[in-house]
């Protein structure tokens, strides 16, 4: 591979999604879904097409665009967005460990004075 190729790390079960599951907007009003397709062929991301639900198509709108999400991340500029359900999992049990932990010290630090005791986990 020359520098001028650019490089695109495939992630392993990397969820493929529209611009409007990830952005929550739609994408043709405003030009975006065309600048990601853009970014997508200069950056030789593979484009998944998927079939519209024939109650949302329209004549000249019967298909979709996908990309990986880490591409979508990227290209927003977003950080990693949670997909999996191992994700999800391993965020809640993150926020749990926290949340003891905040209650621990709330539980140590409870006084009837004015002195404060900044000694919280984060």
Excluded at 37 to 46: D, I, L, R
Aim: hydrophobic share 30%.
């Amino acid at each position: 591979m020359n520098t001028n190729e650019t490089q695109q790390v495939m992630v392993v079960n990397d969820p493929y999604l529209s611009v409007y599951e990830y952005t929550g907007k739609p994408s043709g009003y405003n030009n975006v879904g065309k600048e990601v397709n853009e970014a997508a062929q200069k950056a030789n991301v593979k484009v998944v097409w998927r079939d519209l639900p024939e109650d949302m198509q329209r004549e000249n709108y019967k298909r979709i665009a996908t990309y990986p999400t880490s591409f979508l991340d990227k290209h927003f500029g977003n950080a990693p967005a949670i997909h999996t359900l191992d994700q999800v999992y391993q965020k809640l049990v993150e926020l749990e460990d926290k949340f003891n932990q905040l209650i621990t010290k709330l539980n140590i630090n409870v006084t009837n004075t004015n002195e404060h005791d900044d000694d919280l986990p984060f």
